[in-house]
C-alpha cells in the first residue's frame, strides 16, 4: 500500500497562486509516476498534470499548461503542484495519484480542496 496525503488547499482571488503538497508513504516513491487530478462539482474528474519518476519529463492538460508547474522531490517524498494565475474554473478538489510506468493510477489521496473567487 502507498499512502498519499494532500495538503496546501485553500480560498484564494482570480489572479493568486497556491501551492499543493502530496506527501507519499509505504512504498519506494521514486518507483512511481506521480500525477495530479482534480474534480470540479458535478463534473467528472480531470487529469491536471503528471510526472515521471526522476522528476526530468511532465505533462499538463491543456487548461493549465503555462500556470501550473509539477515538480517532486524523491529525498522527500513529496510531490508539488504550484498553480499560478488561478481562475474561478480551477476550483476543485485536488488529489494526487500513483502508478507504475506503464500501469492505472492505482493509489489515490484524499484530496485537498481548492476554492478560487472572482
Known amino acids: 500500500q502507498m499512502q498519499l496525503v494532500e495538503s496546501g488547499g485553500g480560498l484564494v482571488q482570480a489572479g493568486g497562486s497556491l501551492r499543493l503538497s502530496c506527501a507519499a508513504s509505504?512504498?519506494?516513491?521514486?518507483?512511481?509516476?506521480m500525477a495530479w487530478f482534480r474534480q470540479a462539482p458535478g463534473k467528472e474528474r480531470e487529469f491536471v498534470a503528471r510526472?515521471?519518476?526522476?522528476?526530468?519529463?511532465?505533462y499538463y492538460a491543456d487548461s493549465v499548461k503555462g500556470r501550473f508547474t509539477i515538480s517532486r522531490d524523491n529525498a522527500k517524498n513529496t510531490v508539488y503542484l504550484q498553480m499560478n494565475s488561478l481562475k474561478p474554473e480551477d476550483t476543485a478538489i485536488y488529489y494526487c495519484a500513483s502508478t507504475l510506468p506503464g500501469g492505472e493510477y492505482r493509489y489515490w489521496g484524499q484530496g485537498t480542496q481548492v476554492t478560487v473567487s472572482s
Open positions: 510526472i515521471n519518476r526522476t522528476g526530468g519529463s511532465t
Open positions: 509505504g512504498r519506494t516513491f521514486s518507483a512511481y509516476v
